[in-house]
């Protein structure tokens, strides 16, 4: 039987932007925001007005995304699914232009199974279709995804999903299944 | 009328790396090959054996695609399609990862009113669909693609094709018309 398609999203799935973004913002301003504070909202909307605009700073910071944190069990469930799939990881890292080498390189890190083929990063992911979808955006849910699996993130926990996982071991359990 | 999606490679269509690769090579082995010599084949493919890995060396330098040669007419024809359809420029730069800013800065000299969101940096064009493609390499004209447009490249001349352009204006004739 051929393979189902997997796209599989980096920030807030594969990667831990949102510690390093809370611990840069707490650096500079001292305050350290709490999941409470930030759950169902971006970053940008529990800050200070003024302050909106520096989350766009630091992921445009060379380096940014070069050291973020694994998340959990991500590596091990995604070397079953490169088994199992036809999988891909593609991200919207075209905002943040000096992010691409940075995630091409911490993908040859941690996921050096997943061969350069494999990787997209774009600007709209309104363009890649699959069989199925991991993301924590539902807005890149169109038409051309299938299946649409909703990865939970602060800012989406009170959203609703038609299909949802709150980490990896999740993921395994519905994909590897 | 919802406009029409449009996908557009890189090189060999917007971008000139063959004339800089033959100079290259030429400086660096003292031969420079003619149009007729690499009508039909890949140039890893006319070289001598022992050279063919070079021009991957070449491709993956830091700033090689930063400063190619715009084809002829394309600026102003891709500033109408623009216009016109939902434009994408599509590039499986991945295989080249020093390429990628290179290539997302190129696009901002040359092409400002491109936006982040119309661009793509992918490795296989696989899971990219869009109503038209243009492309100089028939086998990213996958079933996603709806009216597949071969841009003519010296690796391409005696290839068959659903529909060919051998020039920016033949584009703007097509679907400008």
Redesign the interface.
Known sequence: MEKL?L?VDMDEVMADPITKLRAWYARDFGKTYTDEEIAGKHLAEVVPPAHAHLFHQYLNTPGFFRDLAVMKDAVEVMKCLHEKYHL?V?SAA??F??S??DK??WLQEHFPFI??????????KQ????DIMIDDHSRNFHN?IRRKILFTSHHNVFEQAEERVNNWKEVAQKLLG
Chains 1, 2 share one sequence.
Request: glycine content about 12%.
């Open positions: 398609s796209i891909f593609v075209m905002e232009p000096n691409l080498k091409y390189d061969g350069w083929q494999q990787i997209c990063l774009c600007g709209s363009i890649v279709s699959a051309g």
